[in-house]
């Protein structure tokens, strides 16, 4: 998502370089160049005008600073027009009332159950809520089945009346029944359309008079571009919903909706979403989207991601092995498979910043760790608690075992080797800077 406009922006930051400052003649071809990549990019041509209108005036204004080069100047006005664009600040979804009731809304194939299902999951695992799943979509086949299996996949209860054909009294008895089992969310499931029409804008706008939810999520699919955001107004007028939520991100899509939506619609993105696993759902923060568009990396949510899988007592154990040199292949399969739970490799390295480009066109992804892995398991446990075992006879029959030739085998073990001496020399350097903030050293 947004590589094209990432590069476009890119090449027009490049006609400052070399430039002593900035002045109305040296941006005017770049303020062109950027207004031409958001048209490209699906953003409406009036957002486009109105938004490097206002860049070329802060960065011909007297604010502009003189400490940084004038592209990187530029860079920072855009991340921050762009950052005011897509909302300015996060905003959190409304989780207030007992139960508290969450309505989607949104086309048949915007995603809108199986963001459900993923909505769930986030407010079960990461916010310790007891959600209950309520299928309203009594219109297409097998939606039903659907959010039951999602619910299943992720331990949470969904309800459903498959006699009966009234979302507006399904979606009652649900909420009843959630009352009087503490269940606290009640995410509602509802039926979309092929396209916008007045039949289905009517049911939708009756349910959530009739059950008063204290959130209404539109979901969108962002592949769809510039017809999203019109949907949006469309859907907005009738329901006055409270957020969006982008799907789909992960597709050969130009950006266009993320990027135009709030400024059309002045709702808040909440969230996006990405694949079709169930914990692939991220809060929408406009700064890092931002940040991530401009090649900035994105350092504060993988951060967080790393976070999500940290545990003190296993990090303090293996930094003691670490230390004794004792960093073994169980421990190299247990970093391993913490990496693939914080997502996608390629987007966790997009995440560093410079790296975004330079992963751009490679083949990775989390089955690129399958060779290394097969080699792994192909060992016997003695082998992998102790890799200097590893002889002529024994790195043939693993060979064998793991389907790779010796060649890539060996290659692996003196990746790992270096790896291992690499981190007892850090642990040294580290053990040191200690050692010389120490009173009298």
């Given at each position: 998502?947004?590589?094209?406009?990432?590069?476009?922006?890119?090449?027009?930051?490049?006609?400052?370089?070399?430039?002593?400052?900035?002045?109305?003649?040296?941006?005017?071809?770049?303020?062109?160049e950027i207004r031409r990549a958001l048209v490209d990019a699906d953003v409406n041509y009036?957002?486009?005008?109105?938004?490097?209108?206002?860049?070329?005036?802060?960065a011909t204004g007297e604010k502009v600073l003189t400490a940084v080069s004038p592209g990187?100047?530029?860079?920072?006005?855009?991340?921050?027009?762009?950052?005011?664009?897509?909302?300015?600040?996060?905003?959190?979804?409304?989780?207030?009332?007992?139960?508290?009731?969450?309505?989607?809304?949104?086309?048949?194939?915007?995603?809108?159950?199986?963001?459900?299902?993923?909505?769930?999951?986030?407010?079960?695992?990461?916010?310790?809520?007891?959600?209950?799943?309520?299928?309203?979509?009594?219109?297409?086949?097998?939606?039903?089945?659907?959010?039951?299996?999602?619910?299943?996949?992720?331990?949470?209860?969904?309800?459903?009346?498959?006699?009966?054909?009234?979302?507006?009294?399904?979606?009652?008895?649900?909420?009843?029944?959630?009352?009087?089992?503490?269940?606290?969310?009640?995410?509602?499931?509802?039926?979309?359309?092929?396209?916008?029409?007045?039949?289905?804008?009517?049911?939708?706008?009756?349910?959530?008079?009739?059950?008063?939810?204290?959130?209404?999520?539109?979901?969108?699919?962002?592949?769809?571009?510039?017809?999203?955001?019109?949907?949006?107004?469309?859907?907005?007028?009738?329901?006055?919903?409270?957020?969006?939520?982008?799907?789909?991100?992960?597709?050969?899509?130009?950006?266009?909706?993320?990027?135009?939506?709030?400024?059309?619609?002045?709702?808040?993105?909440?969230?996006?979403?990405?694949?079709?696993?169930?914990?692939?759902?991220?809060?929408?923060?406009?700064?890092?989207?931002?940040?991530?568009?401009?090649?900035?990396?994105?350092?504060?949510?993988?951060?967080?991601?790393?976070?999500?899988?940290?545990?003190?007592?296993?990090?303090?154990?293996?930094?003691?092995?670490?230390?004794?040199?004792?960093?073994?292949?169980?421990?190299?399969?247990?970093?391993?498979?913490?990496?693939?739970?914080?997502?996608?490799?390629?987007?966790?390295?997009?995440?560093?910043?410079?790296?975004?480009?330079?992963?751009?066109?490679?083949?990775?992804?989390?089955?690129?760790?399958?060779?290394?892995?097969?080699?792994?398991?192909?060992?016997?446990?003695?082998?992998?608690?102790?890799?200097?075992?590893?002889?002529?006879?024994?790195?043939?029959?693993?060979?064998?075992?793991?389907?790779?030739?010796?060649?890539?085998?060996?290659?692996?073990?003196?990746?790992?080797?270096?790896?291992?001496?690499?981190?007892?020399?850090?642990?040294?350097?580290?053990?040191?800077?200690?050692?010389?903030?120490?009173?009298?050293?």
């Open positions: 998502m947004f590589e094209s406009l990432s590069d476009r922006l890119e090449g027009a930051f490049k006609s400052l370089k070399g430039q002593g400052k900035i002045t109305e003649l040296n941006i005017a071809a770049t303020v062109k009036k957002i486009a005008k109105e938004f490097t209108e206002k860049v070329k005036e802060k990187q100047q530029m860079v920072k006005i855009v991340s921050d027009e762009l950052t005011a664009l897509m909302g300015g600040t996060q905003t959190d979804i409304n989780l207030r009332g007992n139960p508290c009731v969450i309505l989607m809304s949104g086309l048949q194939g915007s995603g809108k159950t199986t963001f459900s299902g993923k909505l769930a999951n986030y407010l079960k695992t990461k916010k310790g809520k007891f959600p209950l799943l309520v299928a309203c979509d009594v219109y297409r086949p097998a939606a039903r089945e659907q959010l039951r299996v999602l619910g299943s996949q992720i331990g949470v209860e969904v309800y459903s009346e498959d006699e009966n054909n009234n979302p507006i009294q399904i979606a009652k008895n649900a909420i009843a029944q959630a009352r009087a089992k503490g269940q606290d969310v009640v995410i509602i499931d509802t039926a979309g359309r092929l396209a916008v029409d007045e039949e289905m804008m009517n049911e939708i706008a009756a349910l959530k008079k009739n059950i008063e939810p204290q959130e209404v999520l539109f979901v969108v699919d962002a592949m769809t571009g510039q017809d999203a955001v019109n949907t949006a107004k469309t859907f907005n007028e009738r329901l006055h919903f409270d957020g969006v939520v982008l799907t789909k991100m992960d597709g050969d899509t130009r950006g266009g909706a993320a990027l135009s939506i709030k400024y059309e619609v002045n709702k808040p993105i909440k969230f996006v979403s990405t694949g079709e696993k169930l914990d692939q759902l991220d809060v929408f923060y406009p700064d890092r989207m931002a940040q991530r568009i401009l090649g900035m990396g994105d350092i504060v949510s993988l951060v967080e991601k790393a976070q999500e899988q940290f545990d003190e007592k296993e990090a303090a154990a293996l930094q003691k092995k670490i230390r004794k040199n004792q960093f073994d292949f169980n421990d190299f399969l247990t970093q391993l498979a913490q990496i693939k739970k914080m997502g996608n490799i390629k987007d966790l390295l997009g995440m560093i910043p410079g790296m975004g480009k330079a992963v751009k066109d490679l083949d990775l992804n989390n089955d690129s760790f399958k060779k290394v892995e097969a080699i792994i398991l192909a060992m016997t446990p003695e082998e992998r608690n102790n890799p200097e075992l590893l002889n002529g006879s024994r790195r043939a029959r693993i060979s064998k075992g793991s389907g790779n030739s010796i060649q890539e085998l060996n290659q692996f073990i003196k990746q790992f080797d270096d790896m291992r001496k690499m981190m007892k020399q850090m642990n040294k350097m580290s053990a040191a800077g200690r050692m010389l903030k120490m009173p009298g050293k």
